[in-house]
Structure formats: C-alpha cells, structure tokens
C-alpha cells in the first residue's frame, strides 16, 4: 500500500520558536497547494502566516487556508485531506470541527515542514484578515520587524506552549485592528 504524501505531525509537538524565514517555504507550499488541489480542483489554496512573508522569522511551519463554502464543501475538504495524510488537530483546546485546522508534515527535497491547514468558513471575517495581515506584512517592513519582536518578546518570557505562544501574540494582531485573533481562543488568526 502507498504512503500518503503528508505524513504525521510529531507528538509531541515541538515548542514554539522563532526561526529564521526558510526560502524554500514559498516553493514548499506551492508545491503542497498543488497537491492538495489535486483532490480539490476548484477550491481555492492559499499560503498564509509568515512562511508566506519573505523575511518574517516565525515557527516555520506551512500555514495555507482554505476558505469552505458549506457543510457539503466542508465534508469534501474534509475527505481530501485526510486521504492525503493529513490529521486531526490534537491538543487541550483544537478549532472546533466547524472550523478545522488539519496538520501533518511535508518533505521537500530532504526538509520536512510542519503544515497547518486552516479549513475556514468562506464568510468568516477571518478568511479577509488572514489575508490582509500577510500582504501587510509583506508591504510594511516596519510592521514586519515589530511584529518579529513582539514573537520574539513572548519566547524570551519564556512562553513557549503552542497555545499560550498563539494566545499571547494574538494580542498583538489583534492591536492592528484584527477582530479574530482577539475572539479565537486558539490564536491562530492572522
């Protein structure tokens, strides 16, 4: 039987970091989008978070969003996913199934990239933030390096648990005006 292409994400996993921005992240996803849009064909794959943001030092990891268009999409997304190896968020406070997030890991020319799949609802305000944080990033260096420090700030307070690291810096993207990542208790908004 043939391994799936994603395989498992660690467990456990491993503590939040700030790692310098991997080049080959851009070339990862869309690999890993092109992937998952064979299964998909017609519903949108997006890089987000700061492997998207050349520059942006973060965890490292390969955040993509697909927004879903209803239950029936979800359930189709949903089925993709997992025949390609991705898994169930685990953890003490996971997305609800409503709004899933699916893990796994991805290897690319020998470098394994951990990947989280943000399944969000296409008429959620977080589908346009998500989106507008990344390409604010991308255009402001100033709000880039402020927003690396904030990362950084939180690591050297020692906060380093997956879900008190998002809590705490979503208090940052949520200072820029960003109504998700002040409302999710995950964090993972922008």
């Given amino acids: 039987m043939d391994q799936p292409p994603i395989g498992p994400y660690p467990n456990p996993k491993p503590p939040a970091a700030l790692r ?13 989008i092109a992937l998952i849009d064979g299964r998909l064909p017609g519903t949108l794959v997006e890089h987000i978070g700061s492997s998207a943001v050349p ?37 003490p406070e996971p997305f609800p199934e409503s709004r899933p997030m699916r893990h796994g890991t991805f290897t690319i020319a020998g470098e394994t990239f951990l990947v ?4 969000v609802p296409a ?5 346009a933030e998500l989106r507008d944080f990344r390409d604010r990033l991308r255009a402001d260096l100033t709000l880039l390096n402020a927003y690396v420090e904030a990362k950084r700030a939180i690591l050297e307070a020692s906060v380093t648990k997956g879900t008190d690291y998002a809590k705490t810096k979503g208090r940052f993207i949520a200072s820029l005006g960003y109504r998700g990542a002040a409302e999710e208790p995950h964090g993972a908004s922008p």
């Fill in 123 to 127: 008429t959620s305000p977080e589908v």
């Fill in 116 to 119: 989280h799949v943000h399944v």
């Fill in 20 to 32: 310098p921005w991997n080049p080959q992240a851009p070339e990862a996803a869309a690999r890993l």
């Fill in 55 to 91: 520059g942006c030092a973060g965890k490292g990891y390969l955040d993509l969003l697909i927004p879903y268009r209803d239950d029936e999409h979800l359930a189709v997304i949903n089925a993709a996913l997992f025949a390609l190896g991705f898994g169930r968020q685990r953890g």
